[in-house]
Structures are given as C-alpha cells and as structure tokens.
C-alpha cells in the first residue's frame, strides 16, 4: 500500500508541476499584444532616445573627460622615471605610458575589454604608422607583464615611450 501511495503523490506532483508550466507559458494573444506594445513604445521613445541618447564621438573628437593638463603631467612622470634609471623604473615608464594610452582609447569610447581589442577597434584613428608605433609599444608592455625574465633596456625603454607618444598624439589631434 504505500507503494501505491508513493506513486499517487508522484502522479500529484508531475500533474501539479504540469499545470503550473502549462499557465506559465503565454499564449499566442499575449505573446501578439506585448510585442505589439514594446514596438509601441520604441516608437514613442525614439524622438527621446535621439535627442538624448548617447553620443557618438567622430574620428578627431576627444572626449570632454579627456583633460589635456593630465596628459601632459603623465608625459613628465613618465620622463622623470626614464631619468632615474634602472629596471624598475624603465618598465614602470612603460606601463604608465600603456594606461595613458588605454585611457585616451576609453576616452573616445573605444569599444573593447582588453587594450589590443580597443587598439584593434580603433585602427582607422591611426596612421599606419601611428598604429603600428602603438602595437610595438603594448607588445613590449605584454613582455614586461607576462615574462619574468624581459629585460628592458634603457633605449628600448626610450624608443617605447615615444611610440606610445606617438599614438597618443596622433589620437589627440
């Protein structure tokens, strides 16, 4: 008896789980209605989304977060640990002048979620050169990240510096 008293209360649960699926599903009425009403309302908001949606930014036009002041003072922090020496202070250089550049990127609202997506993102920003002077410079800063035993020399670090200038100069103008 209790195996038939089991299996009732099983056949209970299935039919009870049946019949909440089964008033859970939207019919085809209202599946009509809500898609007729969120077109409804795209239209209605669509005067609004392009007065006040987000904007896009043309080649050419930083950001209004983007101050100049600062990008100038990380040229100097930069300069200052080129001067000091040592190889601390040379890839520390390096990944300052990676985050400048990853910054004026997201400042122009790059697309992206790693700095090569938002490089390769913004290609048509560059010269080839430009472009190139960048890729060089995030690749050196991936070795000085990725491999321990990268060793940056003091002119390396010089010419990697100015390939990040040169980029972040190219995007600025």
């Keep these: ?5 089991h299996k009732y209360n099983n056949n209970y649960n299935n039919n009870k789980n049946y019949r909440n699926n089964y008033r859970s599903e939207k019919s085809t009425e209202q599946k009509v209605i809500e898609g007729f009403l969120k077109g409804l309302w795209w239209l209605i908001s669509l005067p609004f989304r392009l007065l006040f ?12 977060s983007l101050d100049q002041a600062f990008v100038k003072e990380k ?11 040592g190889q601390s202070n040379f890839s520390r250089a390096v990944l300052e002048g990676d ?31 430009g472009y190139d ?10 070795e000085i990240v990725h ?3 990268y060793q940056l020399m003091d002119y390396m670090a010089k010419d990697v510096i100015n390939n990040f200038k040169k980029a972040i100069e190219e995007l600025l103008k």
């Design 1 to 5: 008896m209790s195996y038939r008293v």
């Design 75 to 85: 040229y100097a922090e930069m300069d200052q640990l080129l001067q000091l020496g």
């Design 147 to 149: 491999n321990a035993e």
């Design 99 to 129: 985050k400048l550049l990853d910054h004026v990127l997201k400042s122009f609202r790059a697309p992206g979620l790693t700095m090569g997506d938002r490089l390769k993102a913004s290609k048509n920003r560059f010269s080839p050169e």
């Design 53 to 64: 949606g987000k904007r896009k930014f043309h080649q050419g036009q930083a950001a209004t």
């Design 133 to 142: 002077a960048a890729w060089k410079a995030h690749k050196v800063r991936n």
